[in-house]
């Protein structure tokens, strides 16, 4: 199956400050990756599906302009918490879809102190 | 909307069967998922199962699906301590689109 990967896999950054998130897709040529973040013991929501050139598709109660998505290439999406907050804090993980299944990467824990 | 529901802990010994149940919504649904997931780590695919299909067996994973009660099952045979993590169960109606997760079922597993 596809290699998907994230980087960094762990960021601790200040409240109001703004994170960069990076997801490759090694293998596989994605022309729609998915982002999902997961809370502490609970199960993966999804925010948001990003479009290889185009704009992407938020769900509700997600806000595009906290969130910045960015897919490029066909092989990277970016996903940028701008401004971020303690409740910011997550694991956020993409992921890319093949024709039965999906590829995720291995996640990136964000901290906000 | 759409919704996955699993029992959200199952504590077995070592050596016995695991079982592991999902419910879902939604009739639509054409791909049924089961991903693990360690501590701190990502998704690791177990297996998937398409909804014309009644079960599936892949050396110690046994999928069950009634479609009629909308109703997957994860058997594990065998179960070792390394099976220990928390189980998703998550369905989509399209290949290649997202997935809809139910909110995961920790597996406890005691030697």
């Known amino acids: 199956g596809a290699v998907v990967s994230q980087h960094p896999s762990r960021v601790i950054c200040k409240s109001g400050t703004s994170v960069k998130i990076e997801c490759r897709s090694l293998?596989?040529?994605?022309?729609?990756m998915f982002w999902y973040r997961q809370f502490p013991k609970q199960s993966l929501m999804l925010m948001a599906t990003?479009?290889?050139?185009?704009?992407?598709?938020?769900e509700q109660g997600v806000e595009k302009d906290k969130f910045l998505i960015n897919h490029a290439s066909l092989t990277l999406s970016t996903l940028t918490v701008t401004s971020a907050h303690p409740e910011d804090s997550s694991f956020y993980i993409c992921?890319?879809?093949?024709?039965?299944?999906?590829?995720f990467g291995p996640g990136t824990r964000l901290t906000v102190t | 909307g759409e919704d996955v529901e699993q029992s959200l802990f199952l504590s077995v010994r070592e050596g016995d069967s695991s079982v592991i149940n999902c419910t879902y919504t939604?009739?639509?649904?054409?791909?049924l998922y089961w991903y693990k997931q360690e501590p701190g780590a990502g998704l690791q695919l177990l297996t998937y199962?398409?909804?014309?299909?009644d079960m599936k067996q892949d050396q110690r994973l046994t999928v069950l699906l009634n479609k009629k009660d909308k109703h997957l099952s994860l058997r594990i045979a065998d179960t070792q301590t390394g099976d220990s993590a928390i189980y998703f169960c998550?369905?989509?109606?399209?290949?290649?689109?997202?997935?809809?997760f139910g909110k995961g079922t920790t597996l406890s597993v005691s030697s």
């Open positions: 939604d009739s639509s649904s054409t791909y």
């Open positions: 293998d596989f040529q994605a022309t729609t």
């Open positions: 998550a369905e989509t109606g399209q290949a290649g689109t997202a997935l809809i």
């Open positions: 992921s890319t879809g093949g024709t039965y299944e999906q590829y």
């Open positions: 990003s479009n290889e050139g185009s704009k992407a598709t938020y």
């Open positions: 199962i398409f909804s014309n299909m």
